[in-house]
């Protein structure tokens, strides 16, 4: 909430200000008699698992879509489509890769290039679930936002790749409002539909094959052989821990344990950057504050969007 909120309910000008901060800034809508109200929203294509209901993730739909509205009003790029083919969206992210490999930071760079941009909120304010990813429609052009948790930036290729290739293949219709609200994102989940199954393809299609252990072995050897692997198949080594542990489940579950120990022996490629630094930074390098005012830039950052 803004600074000034503690006096906003001295007056009647400083609660017409204060909802016309949350109207634009939240998502809500002022009506005739004065009240807010939940901004009605495009029926959005929920991806959701087993057991949650879509009325779980409106909230949390709502104002990372109000969110995407503000970023994308702030873009420079303009919007002009993206490759459908992730072979050709592979080499775009290479070219911007110090190391030859897919990474958070050239993904976004080629994602943010396109006037596509890309919003973290792992700390999305709203009860109720929250989705790991959505795509959305606003202000002219798709935006992605990741409300999943991940302190290590590689946890995020698959997922950025997913929400990218819903996209890229026309999932997302192009009107104003328009999602696709992704609960979880696995190739395992059950009753997947066509939609998932090529955004999972897409993904898959920019970081490489998938990866499998014939055996278990110890954090500093797995991430040798990733190194190994990467420098054979120019797959993003972190993505190649993940995917082999995906791969590879001990007694019906997945050792993630043993990823995270693995991603720790790697080499520092991120250079110390964690997730929310990354996106921070991309942003950043894409948009010009002085097209909202300060009161939306105060809120964004804030919500640690900026």
């Known amino acids: ?81 993206m490759p459908n083919d992730p072979a050709e969206f592979r080499e775009m992210v290479v070219r911007h890769s110090g190391y030859g490999w897919p990474d958070l930071q050239s993904m976004l760079k080629v994602l943010w290039s396109l006037g596509i941009p890309v919003l973290y909120l792992p700390s999305l304010p709203a009860l109720g679930r929250k989705m790991e990813g959505m795509v959305t429609f606003v202000a002219g052009r798709p935006v992605i936002i990741l409300t999943k948790r991940a302190f290590h930036p590689d946890l995020m290729l698959f997922l950025l790749g997913h929400e990218a290739g819903h996209i890229a293949k026309g999932h997302l219709p192009m009107r104003d409002g328009e999602a696709i609200v992704d609960d979880t994102v696995g190739v395992e989940n059950e009753g997947i539909d066509q939609q998932e199954v090529e955004a999972n393809a897409f993904s898959t299609g920019i970081q490489g094959d998938e990866v499998n252990l014939k055996q278990l072995m110890r954090a500093y050897e797995l991430a040798e052989a990733a190194l190994d692997h990467a420098k054979k198949t120019a797959m993003n080594p972190g993505y190649v821990i993940l995917n082999a542990i995906h791969n590879t489940p001990v007694g019906g579950k997945r050792p993630f344990a043993l990823a995270m120990a693995a991603l720790k022996q790697l080499p520092d490629f991120n250079e110390g950057k964690s997730t929310d630094v990354i996106c921070k930074e991309a942003v950043h390098a894409h948009i010009d504050t002085e097209r909202l005012r300060d009161d939306s830039i105060d809120f964004l950052e804030k919500l640690g969007v900026l």
Do not use: H
Not at 59 to 73: E, F, G, P, Q
């Open 1 to 81: 909430m803004p600074d000034w909120i503690d006096t906003a309910f001295e007056s009647r000008v400083g609660i017409l200000q204060l909802k016309t901060f949350l109207s634009k800034n939240i998502g809500l809508d002022i009506l005739d008699n004065g009240e807010l109200a939940s901004r009605q929203l495009p029926v959005a294509l929920f991806k959701t698992s087993q057991g949650t209901d879509r009325d779980q993730v409106t909230a949390a739909r709502s104002i990372a879509t109000a969110c995407a509205r503000l970023v994308a009003k702030m873009t420079l790029p303009e919007w002009g489509g």
